[in-house]
């Protein structure tokens, strides 16, 4: 439903924007998506929609120029914008939502946690979790059953995420036969219901750290061990709460954005005959052992993997809608924009841009080889840019990478499904009807 507005200062006169006449409600869902795309087409990338409950209209950012202006060069005149009340009542106050000198701290606390050679003793548990997922693949292709790719691989990175978290901790967790954390997998709506579900989820992480300060191993290798040991520049730990809500922050964020993209990554593959042929070519040249303990990260061992993995991205980002709020008056693109303004910038639409990308809407992993693709920077945005970008990108690319090469080198996918699959543009992207593969043994 759109409601007529009045016009403000920052009107599209005032500016010389273009845009809808009629406010509409920005929001992550299907009709943001589908209204964003068709306004695109019809004002260019840049662009002016009236806010519902009145206000600054918000600007409609599509051109990495002033999409680095934004994230970047003048990040310090923004914050997080609308879309993540949803998220802040989820997760508390994690560094994907807070803001200022406490997001700032968080950050430099966490970031030790998240470097590559930190990151590298995960590698070994990352492909066992890949095996035993084979393993159970090869049960149904044996058995003449089709998987559904999007569930397995989001309790594989659930697994993943938690393992990481919770390290020695996660037997316990699920040692009565039930993972507390299954609701992220079981219950596929982030409503109010999920947010009270998850909210007292918080209690179990509570208990685990209680548990783990009483045995007097606080410090052991994991994500919760470092939030314990980690000290800030005043030589202060974080607060329990601040350990809780980065938690919780992980477990969604490190299992959600991984999951969708794979299970995208499953749909192209196995569309594309001749790029699963490559990938396996590929995969069955690396040793196993070494894949185990490095993960592939070495940047040449899985190189078309890797490209295959950065272009379902590119057509699936699943962090589909940013948005910023500006704090203070300032000129963006040489216009005036005033503080309050909420801007949006939508990675899913500068991935398929035609001026920075050739035939954007074809599967083409060779395009990253292509000294001219892509032809600015910040046309390809799936993890964002600048401070706060995120800050698992290299443990997710590890994650997709040993996932793929793990399963190609046991099957060949065969796509069950009919035309392109729909798509839920959530807070995630995500399919909407599932990923269904038949699985030919090789």
Same mark, same amino acid.
């Given at each position: 439903?759109t409601? !007529? ?6 009107s599209?006169?005032a %500016?010389g ?13 299907d009709a943001? +998506? ?15 929609? $009236?806010?519902? =409950? #009145?206000g600054?209209a ?6 990495p120029?002033?999409?680095q202006q934004?994230?970047?060069?003048q990040?310090?005149?923004?914050? !997080?914008?609308? *879309? ?14 807070s ?7 968080? +950050? ?9 050679r930190?990151l590298?003793?995960f590698n070994? &548990?990352?492909?066992d ?9 090869q049960?149904a ?6 998987v559904?790719?999007?569930?397995d ?9 938690l393992k990481?978290?919770? *390290?020695?901790?996660?037997a316990?967790?699920? /040692?009565h #036969?039930h ?9 596929p709506? +982030? =409503? ?9 989820l !918080?209690?179990?992480v509570?208990e685990?750290i ?14 919760? @061990? %470092?939030l314990l ?6 030589d202060?730990?974080?607060s329990?709460?601040?350990i ?10 490190g ?8 299970a ?5 593959i ?7 042929? +490559?990938?396996?070519?590929e ?8 894949l185990?303990t490095?993960? @592939?990260?070495?940047?040449?061992t899985?190189a ?6 950065? /272009?379902?991205?590119?057509l ?7 948005s ?12 005036p924009?005033?503080a309050g ?11 398929? %841009? ?8 074809r599967?083409d $992993?060779?395009r990253?080889?292509r000294a ?13 840019? #600048?401070?706060?970008?995120?800050i #698992? /990108?290299?443990?997710?690319?590890? /994650? &997709?990478?040993?996932?793929l ?19 839920e543009?959530a807070?995630n ?14």
């Amino acid at each position: 439903m759109t409601v !007529k507005t009045e016009n403000y200062p920052d009107s599209a006169t005032a %500016h010389g924007l273009s845009g809808p006449a009629e406010a509409f409600p920005i929001a992550p869902d299907d009709a943001t +998506r589908r209204r964003l795309q068709a306004w695109q087409a019809e004002y260019g990338d840049l662009f002016q929609v $009236p806010a519902v =409950n #009145g206000g600054p209209a918000h600007w409609i950012v599509n051109d990495p120029a002033l999409a680095q202006q934004v994230l970047v060069r003048q990040a310090a005149k923004y914050t !997080k914008g609308m *879309g993540l009340d949803r998220v802040k009542i989820l997760l508390g106050n994690g560094i994907m939502v807070s803001e200022g000198d406490f997001w700032a701290r968080q +950050r430099r606390m966490l970031q030790t946690a998240f470097r590559p050679r930190s990151l590298a003793d995960f590698n070994t &548990m990352i492909f066992d979790e890949n095996a035993a997922l084979a393993a159970r693949w090869q049960q149904a292709a044996n058995d003449g059953r089709a998987v559904e790719a999007e569930a397995d691989t989001s309790e594989l990175s659930l697994g993943i995420v938690l393992k990481s978290i919770f *390290g020695a901790d996660y037997a316990r967790l699920v /040692e009565h #036969g039930h993972n507390p954390f299954a609701l992220l997998t079981e219950q596929p709506e +982030r =409503n109010l219901r999920f947010a009270a579900r998850f909210h007292r989820l !918080k209690k179990v992480v509570d208990e685990i750290i209680d548990t783990r300060l009483a045995a007097g191993a606080p410090h052991e290798f994991d994500f919760l @061990g %470092h939030l314990l040991a980690t000290r800030g520049r005043d030589d202060q730990p974080m607060s329990r709460t601040a350990i809780i809500d980065e938690v919780m922050t992980l477990i969604v964020a490190g299992h959600e954005t991984t999951a969708s993209a794979l299970a995208f990554a499953w749909h192209l593959i196995a569309t594309h005959p001749s790029v699963a042929a +490559r990938m396996q070519a590929e995969t069955d040249g690396v040793d196993e052992a070494t894949l185990r303990t490095t993960g @592939g990260t070495d940047r040449q061992t899985l190189a078309y993997t890797d490209r295959v993995v950065a /272009e379902t991205l590119r057509l699936y980002p699943p962090g589909w809608l940013l948005s910023r709020r500006a704090t203070v008056d300032h000129e963006l693109g040489g216009r005036p924009i005033a503080a309050g303004t909420q801007v949006f910038i939508c990675p899913y639409l500068l991935h398929r %841009h035609p001026q920075y990308w050739q035939q954007p809407e074809r599967f083409d $992993p060779d395009r990253f080889e292509r000294a001219d693709e892509p032809r600015h920077r910040l046309a390809y945005l799936p993890y964002a840019a #600048g401070p706060r970008h995120c800050i #698992g /990108e290299h443990m997710a690319a590890t /994650e &997709m990478r040993v996932h793929l090469a793990t399963m190609l080198r046991h099957f060949t996918p065969i796509w069950q499904g009919e035309g392109t699959p729909a798509i839920e543009s959530a807070i995630n992207l995500r399919p909407a009807n599932g990923i269904y593969l038949q699985l030919a043994p090789r």
